[in-house]
C-alpha cells in the first residue's frame, strides 16, 4: 500500500498558503559543488499539486531539488533562515513584533525556511519586495533569498544537499513545523513604508536603450529578477532562460486580459511581450539590431 503521508503534508500547505496557483520547479543537485540546473517547471492549482504526491516523492528519491512558490491570492513572503539553530530565537522576536508565520518549514536539522502572510490583497511587487528585505534583515535571514521571485523547498521532500546529509549519508526530509493562515497586519504596514521609500529612491527605468515601454515598473523589475535568475540556472544559455521565463509568464498571467490571450490563441504576443519586457528592463537589445 503507497505511503500517502505526503499527501497531507501538502494539504496542510496549501491550507497555510491559501493561492491561486503553486510554481514547482525541478532541479538537479551537482555533487561537485556547482549551481544546480532547472529541467522543469511545473504551474499547478492546489488540488492538483496534492494530485502529484507521488510524483514530488518520486523525483526527491532521485535526489533532485523540488521548490515551490505561492502565487495569486493573498501575498506570501519567505525568510530563508541562513544561521542554524535560530528559529525558536526568531519565532519569539517576530511574536515581539506583531508577526507569526503562516508556514514554518525544516529543511534539515538545525534549518528552516518560514512564509508570512499579508494581510489585504492585491499588493504591489514593490511592497512584496520591501516585505522579504525586511525580514531577512530583522531575523537573519539570507539576503540572496529576499525577493519575491524565491521559492522555499517544498515539505514532503527531501533536501539533498551534501552539506545537509544525515550523520548516514540519507538526505533530511523536509517537515512542516506550523501550518496555519495568519495574515500579518503589522507586516504590511511596515512593507509599504519601505516600498514608498524605496521608489522615491529608485533611479527612472521608464525608457532604457531607446525602448519605450508600456508596462508597469513593477512588472519590469519583477521580469528582469525572473530572467537574470534563469540566466544563471542555464549557465548564461539565453535561449533556454528566455524559454522558461515565457513559460512562467504565459501560464500565470494574472489579467483578464493575460487568460483571454490564452483562451484565444493569442498567447505567443503575450510570450513575445513577456520577452520584450525581460530585455527592456535589463538593457539587453535584439539580436536583429546588436548584429546590425
Not at 147 to 156: D, F, I, N, W
Not at 207 to 213: I, L, M
Request: proline share 7%; hydrophobic share 40%.
Amino acid at each position: 500500500m503507497a505511503v500517502d503521508w505526503r499527501r497531507w503534508v501538502l494539504r496542510d500547505v496549501i491550507q497555510a498558503l491559501p493561492c491561486r496557483r503553486f510554481e514547482i520547479r525541478l532541479i538537479t543537485q551537482p555533487t561537485d559543488g556547482t549551481q544546480g540546473r532547472c529541467i522543469k517547471t511545473l504551474i499547478l492549482s492546489p488540488d492538483e499539486m496534492i494530485s502529484q504526491w507521488k510524483l514530488f516523492g518520486g523525483l526527491s528519491a532521485k535526489r533532485l531539488n523540488v521548490f515551490m512558490r505561492p502565487v495569486g491570492g493573498p501575498m506570501h513572503v519567505l525568510l530563508d533562515l541562513d544561521t542554524p539553530d535560530t528559529l525558536d530565537e526568531v519565532r519569539n522576536l517576530m511574536a515581539l513584533d506583531g508577526i507569526t508565520p503562516s508556514l514554518v518549514v525544516e529543511t534539515s536539522p538545525g534549518h528552516a525556511q518560514a512564509w508570512c502572510s499579508l494581510s489585504g490583497r492585491d499588493h504591489s511587487v514593490e511592497v512584496h519586495r520591501a516585505a522579504c528585505k525586511m525580514l531577512a534583515e530583522r531575523y537573519g535571514g539570507d539576503p540572496g533569498s529576499a525577493k519575491p521571485s524565491q521559492l522555499g523547498r517544498l515539505p514532503g521532500t527531501r533536501n539533498p544537499k551534501p552539506s545537509r546529509a544525515l550523520s548516514e549519508g540519507k538526505p533530511p526530509l523536509v517537515t512542516v513545523k506550523r501550518a496555519r493562515f495568519t495574515p500579518s497586519p503589522r507586516l504590511l504596514a511596515d512593507a509599504e513604508d519601505r516600498a514608498a521609500q524605496d521608489v522615491q529612491d529608485a533611479p527612472d527605468i521608464a525608457h532604457v536603450r531607446g525602448f519605450a515601454t508600456t508596462c508597469d515598473g513593477d512588472s519590469r523589475r519583477e521580469v528582469a529578477s525572473m530572467l537574470a535568475e534563469a540566466l544563471s540556472r542555464h549557465g548564461g544559455d539565453r535561449s533556454g532562460a528566455d524559454f522558461e521565463v515565457a513559460c512562467v509568464m504565459l501560464r500565470a498571467g494574472e489579467k483578464a486580459k493575460e487568460r483571454e490571450a490564452r483562451k484565444t490563441g493569442a498567447g505567443v504576443q503575450y510570450v513575445q511581450l513577456a520577452i520584450q519586457r525581460a530585455m527592456t528592463a535589463t538593457g539587453i537589445r535584439p539580436m536583429q539590431e546588436a548584429e546590425a
